[in-house]
């Protein structure tokens, strides 16, 4: 590893937005991508091509709902590059339109995956990220979640409901508030993105936006410099509202 180098973690870049993320900051110079996969073999798969392209990536393993995966992977990180810069909480699901599992099953499954999953990976990584000079979350939520969008009658989601959804990325939102009271003596910067509508698998590729646009807001604050802000809530166009 080149002391120089910037190491980032992204989870759930397998594909659609976390994938663009992790392509997005790999092509910044000095930028070293882990890209978090569940399934390896993908990782692989998603990386060959960057590889190709003389990008710094390297997929690893990593389940957000598997203990044994998330701290496996931190010991990985600690011995083979002794911190880590940048961590984006990508990995999300939304399951308000499952055809099979009860609002119960909805709701459960998707507070595993977005907001423990969320937690149990950054509480893993905070000491690694402790030990970097600029230390960034960025955690990648919706304003789907924003209460302060919600109540506006002129939204222009106002007739989208994914009730789950929506209450797993408030959730979220609450742990950035959260996480940057926490580790701001420490010299974190941690903040909630909202990626916007966009064409992946989630969205049945209906969503209006590239993941490489999605991406971009991510990717700026992955890599915020030290008079950025920390605690906030934005998209591409502007600061959120809770
Ligand atoms: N698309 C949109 O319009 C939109 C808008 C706002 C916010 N977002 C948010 O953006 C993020 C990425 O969404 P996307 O549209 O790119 O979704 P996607 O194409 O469905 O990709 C989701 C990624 O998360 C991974 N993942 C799911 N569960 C995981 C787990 N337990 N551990 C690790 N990885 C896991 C998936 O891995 P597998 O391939 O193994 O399933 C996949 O790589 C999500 O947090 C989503 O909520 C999306």
Not at 8 to 13: D, F, H, I, P, R
Not at 97 to 120: A, F, K
Not at 148 to 170: F, H, Q, V
């Amino acid at each position: 590893m080149e002391t120089s180098e910037i190491i980032a973690l992204v989870s759930g870049a397998n594909r659609g937005i976390g994938l663009a993320i992790a392509a997005g900051l790999a092509r910044h110079k000095g930028v070293h991508v882990l890209l978090g996969c569940r399934q390896l073999d993908r990782g692989k798969a998603a990386s060959a091509p960057l590889q190709a392209e003389g990008l710094r990536v390297t997929p690893v393993q990593l389940d957000t709902t598997d203990e044994a995966s998330v701290s496996a992977l931190a010991a990985l990180i600690e011995q083979e590059y002794g911190r880590l810069d940048s961590l984006v909480n990508n990995a999300g699901i939304g399951l308000d339109y499952h055809p099979t599992l009860s609002v119960i099953e909805r709701m459960q499954q998707t507070l595993d995956v977005n907001v423990v999953g969320t937690l149990r990976l950054t509480e893993a990584m905070a000491p690694l990220l402790a030990k970097s000079t600029r230390p960034r979350i960025v955690n990648v939520s919706s304003e789907l979640s924003s209460f302060g969008m919600r109540a506006d009658p002129n939204w222009a989601y106002s007739e989208i409901k994914l009730p789950t959804y929506a209450a797993s990325k408030a959730a979220v939102n609450s742990l950035t508030v959260s996480y940057a009271d926490q580790l701001k003596d420490k010299g974190f910067k941690v903040n909630a993105v909202c990626p916007g509508y966009t064409a992946t698998e989630a969205t049945n590729f209906s969503g209006t936006r590239t993941p490489e646009q999605a991406a971009v807001i991510a990717i700026h604050f992955a890599l915020l410099d030290d008079e950025g802000p920390s605690g906030i809530f934005v998209s591409e166009a502007q600061q959120l509202p809770w």
